[in-house]
């Protein structure tokens, strides 16, 4: 649930945040909702559902969120509930761009 408070600011759950924040799709406002709910959760699934609520799935931070927060925590981090919309062959496809990324990189 989204509370707008007085001061400008957005109440998202239990986080308060800053009174640009904007849910339109903006790069430079997605970034900036994005960095702040990888800056203020701990786990890969916290970050992801808070922006989720603040922002809904049709857009860009939840996407974004979630690019990151793997990045950050760790294919680990990802649950089976986190991916459990994505298609089997979007999955499959994303593994091997992923093997071939970490093959360039010579990791």
């Known amino acids: 649930q989204i509370i707008d408070?007085?001061?400008?600011s957005r109440q998202v759950g239990s986080l308060t945040y800053i009174s640009c924040a904007s849910r339109a799709g903006y790069s430079p406002?997605?970034?900036e909702a994005a960095l702040f709910f990888l800056r203020?959760?701990?786990?890969?699934?916290?970050a992801l559902e808070q922006s989720l609520a603040?922002?809904?799935s049709a857009n860009y931070c939840p996407v974004l969120v979630g690019a990151l927060a793997g990045a950050m925590y760790g294919?680990?981090?990802?649950e089976e509930r986190h991916i459990a919309h994505a298609k089997e062959s979007l999955l499959h496809d994303v593994d091997e761009?992923?093997?071939r990324m970490c093959a360039l990189a010579n990791i």
């Open 5 to 8: 408070v007085e001061d400008g």
């Open 29 to 31: 406002r997605v970034l």
């Open 40 to 46: 203020s959760t701990s786990s890969f699934g916290d």
């Open 54 to 56: 603040f922002a809904g």
């Open 75 to 78: 294919v680990e981090a990802i």
């Open 97 to 99: 761009v992923a093997a």
